[in-house]
């Protein structure tokens, strides 16, 4: 086999090896050329149209990309109407909203498996602030009936100063004024814990409901 040897000495500037190895070198450098490619798109008319650019009025219609034996390797599509980008902006922001919320319901149920493991554990906890609610109800249920029963001693006592025909002293007045506003703001603090007892069972019964699906999925 005919080996080739680069020989450079200035010496042998005529040498058949030095000939062979110049244009050897520069042939290596040449770029090799891209595989040419072509546009494909269609007039107004409809007709196909394959060359080398595609004007500017056509190129929003959408185009091909073809190579030298015909075969497509990218295309466009065309450019969107006012309404079809319209929808498509309402689409990715109907989409990006779902991922948020999506999200925002994954962190809600890993803070509520923090809290509450099982439905059971969320029941028990329903329980107990039930049962302070409803004892604090009957506190001030009690409180009311005894201020009921303040307010019904003054009233008599007024009354019996009055069947004397004589005015009604101030002190007894003043007891009357402040046992019924006692009694009215009781009223509207039994009023009150009555919402928060239907305020927690409604809460808990979304949370129940919600770690019954959670469990469901680990099943």
């Known amino acids: 086999m005919t080996q080739w040897h ?4 200035s010496r042998y500037p005529h ?16 770029p090799v050329a891209a595989d040419a490619v072509y546009y494909r798109y269609k ?4 007709t196909v149209v394959l060359g080398s650019s595609v004007p500017a009025d056509f190129a929003r219609n959408g185009y091909d990309v ?29 989409a990006a909203e779902a991922r948020r919320l999506s999200q925002e319901q994954l962190e809600k149920d890993r803070a509520l498996l923090q809290l509450y ?8 906890a329903r329980d107990r602030r039930l049962a302070e609610l409803e004892g604090l109800i009957a506190f001030k ?3 009311l009936a005894a201020l009921q029963k303040d307010l019904k001693e003054f009233e008599g006592r007024a009354a019996n ?5 004589r ?3 101030q002190a007894v007045l003043i007891d009357i004024d402040r046992t019924l506003k006692a009694i009215s703001s009781l009223e509207t603090e039994v009023s009150h814990t009555e919402r928060q007892i239907e305020a927690v069972n409604s809460e808990f019964a979304a949370i129940i409901s919600r770690l019954d699906y959670l469990n469901s999925l680990q099943r």
């Open 6 to 9: 680069c020989n450079t000495d």
């Open 15 to 30: 040498s058949p090896r030095r000939r062979f190895v110049l244009p050897l070198i520069a042939l290596l450098a040449m």
């Open 43 to 46: 007039a107004n008319d409809g």
């Open 66 to 94: 073809v190579n030298s034996r015909g075969r497509v390797v990218r295309s466009v599509a065309p450019a969107l109407t006012e309404e079809q980008l319209a929808a498509k902006l309402r689409l990715e922001a109907e």
């Open 117 to 124: 493991r099982t439905p059971d554990d969320a029941t028990r």
């Open 141 to 143: 249920t009690n409180h």
């Open 161 to 165: 100063i009055e069947r004397l025909g």
């Open 167 to 169: 005015p009604i002293p």
